[in-house]
């Protein structure tokens, strides 16, 4: 049986909401700190990066482009005054910044608890450096499910049955681009080996497991600072 999510977390575990939020404010003030004018930028989903949006807002630049990974956050941005374009208009981009819900020691990411993960992954390989913000809670000894699955609509069902342990989330649930949401819920054992079962099974659009490689830098505040973990991918 997957170990409960008390028992895999880190020390220290911030059990206070205000605390929590306090943490992902921090997390996200330091990767606003990176983002310069002229600098085209990846913003994730999820409430962490409505602290990075607030933060960036506080900067004044005035020469950033954006892109969204949900209508969400492409609706703070702009109240933000930031600019968001697609992600076609600007290429590649020069940062990336985003959530997730879980970091394990050699860098693995669970992400997707916003249902944006597809999208989130696009982001983060088109950008040159792709920087995530957690609070402490978020780091975990071993990953373990809900593994979030994004999964077209044709036959979700079927797809989910030949993964099994998945369960598709509410009807009314859906990915930015329309597609179903659902949970891997099975052991995660070699995250490697069960991102490349989930990537070869038809029907699964993405998921959540994003490789050490994707990443450049973990931002993760604690309670007593803010540390920060290289990750896996080159710098450029
Ligand atoms: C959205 C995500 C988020 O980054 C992840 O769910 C973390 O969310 P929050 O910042 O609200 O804790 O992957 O799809």
């Given at each position: 049986m997957a170990p409960s999510r008390a028992t895999a977390r880190q020390q220290p575990v911030a059990t206070d909401v205000e605390e929590v939020e306090r943490q992902k404010s921090a997390a996200a003030t330091v990767a606003a700190g990176e983002v310069r004018d002229g600098m085209r930028l990846g913003l994730g989903t999820g409430s962490t990066v409505v602290h990075l949006l607030r933060a960036l807002g506080g900067r004044h630049l005035t020469d950033v482009r954006c892109v969204a990974t949900s209508p969400a956050t492409e609706l703070a941005a702009r109240a933000m005054g930031l600019t968001v374009c697609e992600l076609d208009e600007l290429g590649e981009l020069d940062l990336a910044i985003d959530g997730a819900d879980q970091v394990d020691p050699a860098g693995w990411l669970v992400k997707g608890g916003g249902a944006a993960l597809t999208r989130e992954k696009i982001v983060a390989a088109a950008a040159r450096r792709f920087v995530v913000i957690v609070s402490a809670e978020k780091t975990v000894r071993e990953l373990e499910p809900p593994v979030p699955l994004e999964v077209l609509r044709f036959g979700v069902m079927r797809t989910l049955a030949t993964i099994g342990d998945a369960r598709v989330r509410a009807a009314q649930e859906s990915s930015p681009d329309g597609n179903a949401i659902a949970d891997y819920l099975g052991p995660v054992g070699d995250p490697r080996e069960l991102s490349?079962?989930?990537?070869?099974?038809?029907?699964?659009?993405?998921?959540g497991l994003f490789a050490p490689e994707l990443v450049s830098e973990i931002v993760i505040a604690r309670q007593d600072g803010v540390e920060h973990r290289a990750g896996g991918k080159p710098a450029v």
């Amino acid at each position: 049986m997957a170990p409960s999510r008390a028992t895999a977390r880190q020390q220290p575990v911030a059990t206070d909401v205000e605390e929590v939020e306090r943490q992902k404010s921090a997390a996200a003030t330091v990767a606003a700190g990176e983002v310069r004018d002229g600098m085209r930028l990846g913003l994730g989903t999820g409430s962490t990066v409505v602290h990075l949006l607030r933060a960036l807002g506080g900067r004044h630049l005035t020469d950033v482009r954006c892109v969204a990974t949900s209508p969400a956050t492409e609706l703070a941005a702009r109240a933000m005054g930031l600019t968001v374009c697609e992600l076609d208009e600007l290429g590649e981009l020069d940062l990336a910044i985003d959530g997730a819900d879980q970091v394990d020691p050699a860098g693995w990411l669970v992400k997707g608890g916003g249902a944006a993960l597809t999208r989130e992954k696009i982001v983060a390989a088109a950008a040159r450096r792709f920087v995530v913000i957690v609070s402490a809670e978020k780091t975990v000894r071993e990953l373990e499910p809900p593994v979030p699955l994004e999964v077209l609509r044709f036959g979700v069902m079927r797809t989910l049955a030949t993964i099994g342990d998945a369960r598709v989330r509410a009807a009314q649930e859906s990915s930015p681009d329309g597609n179903a949401i659902a949970d891997y819920l099975g052991p995660v054992g070699d995250p490697r080996e069960l991102s490349a079962r989930l990537s070869g099974t038809p029907g699964v659009v993405e998921h959540g497991l994003f490789a050490p490689e994707l990443v450049s830098e973990i931002v993760i505040a604690r309670q007593d600072g803010v540390e920060h973990r290289a990750g896996g991918k080159p710098a450029v």
